[in-house]
């Protein structure tokens, strides 16, 4: 159930920047978000760790953004993918079976220290843990200069990250 823009100002004049303290809010965070998402999703993350991306909500709502728009994107800047291939993950799976709406890069070693992971939906909604193994961080529904912010610096991630080996051999 994606919301239109003016709820989402609406939500985000009553919320304000959400602080998240634990791994439920940051599970609780994702989700929220990408149920009001449209088209967009870039995710920055270590091992996509599976407490919060392997469930079958963020799943669903990841695969509902891919297939309901011809302009859906889903890219993934991933540290260490090791893991993803290892065990069966609910999302990685997903990415498996939808290879042309899902665009997963290891980060270069320029970046191999950055410590925060996000997520961006639709430019105008992110989730932001300043330290990505630590479980706290903000939420903000709708502030497109924060989201934008945060798209920039994925995309000057994304420019110079290669696709993964791990990720390659398994023929996504």
Request: glycine share 4%; no cysteine; hydrophobic share 40%.
């Amino acid at each position: 159930m994606a919301l239109d823009t003016s709820q989402l100002k609406d939500m985000a004049e009553e919320h304000g920047t959400i602080e998240m303290d634990g791994l439920d809010s940051v599970r609780d965070a994702v989700g929220a978000v990408l149920t009001l998402t449209h088209y967009s999703v870039d995710v920055l993350t270590r091992n996509l760790d599976r407490r919060v991306f392997d469930n079958a909500h963020v799943v669903a709502e990841l695969k509902r953004v891919s297939l309901g728009s011809r302009r859906a994107r889903v890219r993934v800047l991933i540290h260490d993918a090791t893991s993803l291939v290892r065990r069966e993950h609910r999302l990685w799976l997903l990415m498996r079976r939808l290879p042309s709406y899902f665009q997963v890069r290891v980060p270069s070693a320029d970046y191999r220290d950055e410590l925060s992971a996000f997520l961006v939906a639709d430019s105008v909604a992110s989730v932001y843990q300043p330290h990505g193994e630590l479980y706290e961080g903000q939420t903000e529904f709708y502030n497109p200069m924060r989201a934008r912010e945060l798209q920039r610096k994925f995309s000057e991630i994304w420019e110079r990250a290669q696709p993964s080996p791990e990720l390659r051999t398994m023929k996504m």
